[in-house]
């Protein structure tokens, strides 16, 4: 078994994640400034930030499992700054669809969201995910107390509001999507003990 | 004097603009000659190829395209989408899923020989070799407006001439109501075709139809061509259907069989979410996909990202003046 991470490797780790998802989001403006996305940059830039958010949530959710298995409970620290770039993705999705694909016509976007089922799910994950960034900063944790605990297990409502969100918006090229609902489905049966602890 | 008379379709967007990059366009095609253009593209096409590709580790050579002589078209007041554009997104789920699949993996598409059997319902059954494809007709060139189902639209110069012309040779019989288009089904030139994940879950061949009048309509056009030269496999080569009044997937590509007949036949989009697609599919903002609005599209033209190209969508994609007399009394919301 690993010796325990010290914070340092923590640190280390973190600065991975930073480069990792910082890096790939700028590139993607820089590619789109010198119009090097294809024909259509406008449903790119979409598609990238949407499924790099969805990447990125997973990868959040792997943490805890991880961090159990590998008896290393540090690594429980790098849920947020995962689950924050999870959240910063899914902004850029939405401000991508809102200034480049309706073109800042906020009436159209309104309406999309509310009329249009897997716009109405996506955006019921974007408010729980924001809930969850606003709350991320340890001193709300705190005074928070076991109510944040509560909150934060919305991210799993998120989680399936997102890949139905993601399922619904194509239109016959469906093997992608169930891909991603199986690896959820998976995360999630990871914590099905503690889901029945819920309901007892 | 000679007065213009221009019909309603020939809308004179505020965006004509680029008229002299559009003159400039024929002009230089003409002083690299037929041949230099034609190998002009290859070379341009390749590299595009490779450079939208990073995993493909075959360097595939571009598909050779070659110019066509036309009759060139005389109303053109709009902004043409760049060729680049044209022959780099293209939804052909016979060569993957993404916009960028079919230039990526359609350039080795063997197109000669080829086979257009026209049957059916009609006296005088034939069938098309390659070269009759680019001799059987005058080809003349058409300028429309490219509306897809997912809101976005481009317009291109087309090369072909009007199906009618294939169906008056093959004489219908009076059972003749509709047309049954067909694609190429050839699974071993089609990723897409070979495996459900690569080709989006379509049961192959694509098929595709159209009402008898509507078929018949000048409009209504066989492309054999775009920009100038011979269709690129990724448009759909040697020949596809182009209907401008419709969403583009009505538009099918790569056609081996036009056959008339007597009931409406079946449609791959219809059969696959018939809420969503129906046999119609004529463009109209008044009728949203289930899934998204339709009453406006970004029209894809030489700006990139920031480019402000929403544009409100036209009933029938602009051609409401020579085709709406062909759905009178119907009831477009029902048949959609």
């Given at each position: 078994?690993?010796?325990?991470?010290?914070?340092?490797?923590?640190?280390?780790?973190?600065?991975?994640?930073?480069?990792?998802?910082?890096?790939?989001?700028?590139?993607?403006?820089?590619?789109?400034y010198y119009d090097e996305l294809g024909a259509d940059p406008v449903e790119y830039v979409i598609h990238y930030t949407g499924i790099g958010?969805?990447?990125?949530?997973?990868?959040?959710?792997?943490?805890?499992?991880?961090?159990?298995?590998?008896?290393?409970?540090?690594?429980?620290?790098?849920?947020?700054?995962?689950?924050?770039?999870?959240?910063?993705?899914?902004?850029?999705?939405?401000?991508?669809?809102?200034?480049?694909?309706?073109?800042?016509?906020?009436?159209?976007?309104?309406?999309?969201?509310?009329?249009?089922?897997?716009?109405?799910?996506?955006?019921?994950?974007?408010?729980?995910?924001?809930?969850?960034?606003?709350?991320?900063?340890?001193?709300?944790?705190?005074?928070?107390?076991?109510?944040?605990?509560?909150?934060?297990?919305?991210?799993?409502?998120?989680?399936?509001?997102?890949?139905?969100?993601?399922?619904?918006?194509?239109?016959?090229?469906?093997?992608?999507?169930?891909?991603?609902?199986?690896?959820?489905?998976?995360?999630?049966?990871?914590?099905?003990?503690?889901?029945?602890?819920?309901?007892? | 004097?000679?007065?213009?008379?221009?019909?309603?379709?020939?809308?004179?967007?505020?965006?004509?603009?680029?008229?002299?990059?559009?003159?400039?366009?024929?002009?230089?095609?003409?002083?690299?000659?037929?041949?230099?253009?034609?190998?002009?593209?290859?070379?341009?096409?390749?590299?595009?190829?490779?450079?939208?590709?990073?995993?493909?580790?075959?360097?595939?050579?571009?598909?050779?395209?070659?110019?066509?002589?036309?009759?060139?078209?005389?109303?053109?007041?709009?902004?043409?989408?760049?060729?680049?554009?044209?022959?780099?997104?293209?939804?052909?789920?016979?060569?993957?899923?993404?916009?960028?699949?079919?230039?990526?993996?359609?350039?080795?598409?063997?197109?000669?020989?080829?086979?257009?059997?026209?049957?059916?319902?009609?006296?005088?059954?034939?069938?098309?070799?390659?070269?009759?494809?680019?001799?059987?007709?005058?080809?003349?060139?058409?300028?429309?407006?490219?509306?897809?189902?997912?809101?976005?639209?481009?317009?291109?110069?087309?090369?072909?001439?009007?199906?009618?012309?294939?169906?008056?040779?093959?004489?219908?019989?009076?059972?003749?109501?509709?047309?049954?288009?067909?694609?190429?089904?050839?699974?071993?030139q089609m990723p897409g075709q070979r495996s459900r994940r690569v080709g989006g879950g379509i049961d192959y061949p694509y098929v595709e139809?159209?009402?008898?009048?509507?078929?018949?309509?000048?409009?209504?056009?066989?492309?054999?061509?775009?920009?100038?030269?011979?269709?690129?496999?990724?448009?759909?080569?040697?020949?596809?259907?182009?209907?401008?009044?419709?969403?583009?997937?009505?538009?099918?590509?790569?056609?081996?069989?036009?056959?008339?007949?007597?009931?409406?036949?079946?449609?791959?989009?219809?059969?696959?979410?018939?809420?969503?697609?129906?046999?119609?599919?004529?463009?109209n903002p008044d009728v949203d996909h289930p899934r998204w609005s339709q009453a406006s599209e970004r029209r894809i033209t030489s700006g990139?990202?920031?480019?402000?190209?929403?544009?409100?969508?036209?009933?029938?994609?602009?051609?409401?003046?020579?085709?709406?007399?062909?759905?009178?009394?119907?009831?477009?919301?029902?048949?959609?």
């Amino acid at each position: 078994m690993l010796s325990a991470l010290n914070g340092r490797s923590i640190t280390l780790i973190k600065l991975c994640i930073h480069l990792s998802c910082f890096i790939p989001l700028f590139y993607l403006y820089w590619r789109a400034y010198y119009d090097e996305l294809g024909a259509d940059p406008v449903e790119y830039v979409i598609h990238y930030t949407g499924i790099g958010a969805l990447n990125i949530f997973l990868l959040s959710l792997v943490v805890s499992p991880l961090a159990k298995f590998l008896k290393q409970g540090k690594l429980i620290q790098l849920r947020r700054v995962i689950g924050l770039y999870a959240f910063t993705y899914s902004v850029f999705h939405v401000l991508n669809f809102l200034f480049f694909e309706v073109q800042f016509d906020f009436l159209l976007f309104i309406s999309e969201i509310f009329e249009r089922p897997y716009i109405t799910v996506g955006m019921i994950g974007l408010f729980i995910l924001t809930l969850l960034a606003l709350t991320s900063f340890s001193r709300i944790k705190r005074s928070m107390g076991s109510r944040w605990q509560t909150l934060h297990n919305f991210t799993y409502i998120a989680g399936i509001a997102i890949v139905i969100h993601f399922y619904w918006s194509v239109k016959s090229e469906l093997v992608e999507p169930v891909i991603y609902i199986v690896i959820l489905v998976l995360l999630l049966v990871l914590r099905k003990d503690r889901f029945k602890r819920w309901f007892k | 004097m000679l007065l213009k008379v221009k019909a309603k379709s020939q809308i004179s967007e505020n965006e004509i603009t680029d008229e002299h990059v559009y003159l400039e366009r024929r002009s230089l095609i003409k002083k690299m000659g037929f041949l230099g253009a034609g190998s002009l593209l290859a070379s341009t096409t390749s590299a595009q190829a490779r450079g939208l590709d990073f995993f493909s580790s075959k360097e595939e050579q571009a598909f050779v395209t070659s110019p066509i002589k036309f009759k060139a078209s005389s109303s053109d007041s709009q902004v043409l989408t760049p060729e680049n554009k044209v022959i780099s997104h293209n939804n052909f789920y016979e060569f993957g899923t993404k916009k960028s699949d079919p230039v990526n993996n359609a350039q080795s598409f063997k197109v000669n020989p080829w086979q257009l059997k026209v049957s059916g319902e009609v006296n005088k059954p034939f069938t098309l070799d390659y070269d009759d494809l680019f001799s059987r007709y005058a080809i003349e060139e058409r300028i429309y407006r490219l509306r897809c189902v997912e809101a976005w639209s481009m317009v291109i110069p087309w090369l072909g001439f009007s199906l009618s012309n294939i169906i008056k040779q093959a004489d219908p019989t009076s059972k003749a109501k509709y047309v049954a288009f067909e694609t190429l089904h050839d699974p071993e030139q089609m990723p897409g075709q070979r495996s459900r994940r690569v080709g989006g879950g379509i049961d192959y061949p694509y098929v595709e139809g159209l009402r008898l009048d509507e078929a018949m309509n000048p409009l209504t056009l066989m492309s054999v061509g775009l920009y100038g030269k011979t269709l690129p496999p990724q448009n759909g080569a040697p020949i596809r259907l182009v209907v401008p009044w419709k969403y583009g997937f009505k538009s099918i590509k790569s056609v081996v069989g036009i056959k008339l007949v007597e009931k409406m036949p079946p449609t791959t989009w219809n059969i696959l979410a018939p809420r969503e697609y129906g046999f119609y599919a004529n463009v109209n903002p008044d009728v949203d996909h289930p899934r998204w609005s339709q009453a406006s599209e970004r029209r894809i033209t030489s700006g990139g990202l920031f480019a402000r190209n929403r544009i409100e969508t036209l009933p029938f994609n602009g051609y409401g003046e020579e085709v709406s007399s062909l759905y009178k009394n119907m009831n477009l919301r029902k048949y959609y």
